[in-house]
């Protein structure tokens, strides 16, 4: 297996890894804030005063299957050596009451046929009891058909002996081929980002898969969790928000041959679409990243799962390509992984910009702007970059002009255009001719 010193850059993070070094001492100055799924992708939630403790019992297998591996070892360990220990305390109880532990006098005749052959203490008994169980002979003790009894036992230890091995051996077998071992090296961006794509702020990570063997039927699911008030003044601690990824097929399939980029578009019908730079800080908010698929090779369905809280999503900023084309192949760099640039992009909240530009519903047909960058319009303000265009659908909010009047270019006239201007970090605007 690769180095990971190598192939993990700071950039990103493997799922189900315990958290580096780096990043406890990057944030061990701020205050940790909750949440509900880690970075490695488990149940961050603590249960406590559970009264109805018999219920895991009800399910032994799925209890011994979550254990840790130095519990499960501890139990088949201990299951194994009691099982022994039970039937050689039967075992020898038999021959003391057939009398076979007794010492017999060779001049006083032939000695009777014992229960089991060879067993004179407690520990040939333990010895004849291990022999049974694992089905080991080695030719020195043997049960005879001087005693019923001593046949029922061992019928007995036989059918306990082979329930024993089943179970364990299958507990041992699911843990080591638990579908989310395949997780391990499907690996998500350490930060998500917020930048504008195709004229619409989006929320943006990045997922990869460090295997050859593909993830088949691979989707991905996205919520957000927050803190809600009713209009009944009811808290509810824990409300999941479903949120769409931005696919043309409107479904959550993805097909991950490389590295991919997914986003959510901010609209008006995202939980997003309120959040801005100044605001995303003090957000008590996690987005949760599933992705389920089956796996290749052994045709187990997995699951990966991560999150991104306020501090670990980046504003203004979007990744860089880590996808070339080498030798009529494609090369991915996992250096660049998580590596981000700055964009220019307004600290105003998708809502705040649609309410500035008097946009209602799905906005008006007009021109629309290609691009949402923001560039120096003089006079220390900036302007809306981009060429304008005709086009008949509807127009998106960045595009609106304020009591501007239309170019003629089929009578050639030349009329001005009202274009506002705004600041890029304060998010104000300002009127220029």
């Avoid at 991919?260 to 990243?289: F, G, W």
């Avoid at 045709?299 to 991560?306: C, N």
């Amino acid at each position: 297996m690769l180095a990971r010193k190598g192939l993990l850059p700071d950039g990103f993070f493997l799922t189900r890894l315990t958290e580096g070094a780096t990043e406890t001492n990057r944030f061990r100055s701020k205050a940790q804030r909750a949440r509900f799924i880690t970075k490695t992708g488990s149940c961050n939630v603590a249960h406590k005063n559970i009264m109805e403790q018999g219920r895991f019992l009800q399910d032994v297998f799925t209890t011994m299957v979550d254990l840790k591996w130095q519990h499960s070892l501890l139990i088949f360990t201990s299951a194994f050596i009691c099982s022994w220990m039970l039937f050689a305390m039967a075992w020898w109880l038999l021959a003391f009451a057939h009398g076979d532990l007794e010492l017999h006098d060779p001049e006083s005749g032939p000695a009777p046929v014992p229960c089991v052959t060879a067993i004179q203490s407690f520990t040939s008994a333990f010895l004849f009891s291990i022999e049974v169980q694992v089905t080991i002979g080695f030719g020195g003790r043997m049960v005879t058909e001087e005693c019923p009894v001593a046949i029922t036992i061992l019928i007995i230890q036989n059918i306990l002996g082979l329930i024993i091995n089943a179970v364990m051996l299958g507990c041992i077998f699911m843990k080591t081929a638990q579908a989310n071992r395949r997780a391990e090296t499907l690996i998500f961006s350490r930060n998500a980002v917020i930048a504008p794509r195709n004229g619409r702020p989006a929320l943006m990570f990045r997922v990869g898969d460090l295997r050859k063997s593909m993830i088949i039927s691979a989707t991905i699911q996205l919520q957000v969790i927050r803190k809600t008030m009713t209009a009944e003044g009811e808290v509810i601690p824990v409300c999941q928000l479903d949120i769409q990824v931005e696919n043309p097929l409107r479904s959550n399939g993805i097909f991950l041959v490389s590295p991919l980029i997914i986003s959510h578009t901010i609209e008006r019908d995202s939980p997003l679409y309120d959040l801005s730079a100044q605001s995303l800080p003090n957000e008590n908010l996690e987005v949760i990243v599933i992705l389920e698929g089956v796996v290749e090779t052994t045709g187990i369905t997995m699951q990966a799962r991560t999150s991104y809280t306020p501090e670990e999503i980046l504003w203004g900023r979007r990744f860089v390509s880590i996808i070339t084309e080498e030798d009529g192949r494609y090369s991915v760099d996992y250096s660049k992984f998580g590596n981000t640039i700055p964009v220019r992009m307004s600290s105003l909240s998708a809502k705040e910009l649609d309410q500035t530009r008097g946009v209602q519903g799905g906005g008006t047909s007009g021109a629309q702007l290609q691009g949402w960058g923001l560039v120096r319009a003089g006079r220390g303000g900036y302007r809306r970059g981009g060429r304008a265009r005709e086009s008949t659908a509807s127009q998106p909010w960045y595009s609106h002009v304020e009591d501007g009047e239309e170019k003629d270019s089929m009578a050639g006239r030349e009329v001005k255009k009202q274009i506002p201007l705004e600041e890029i970090s304060g998010g104000t605007e300002m009127e220029g001719d």
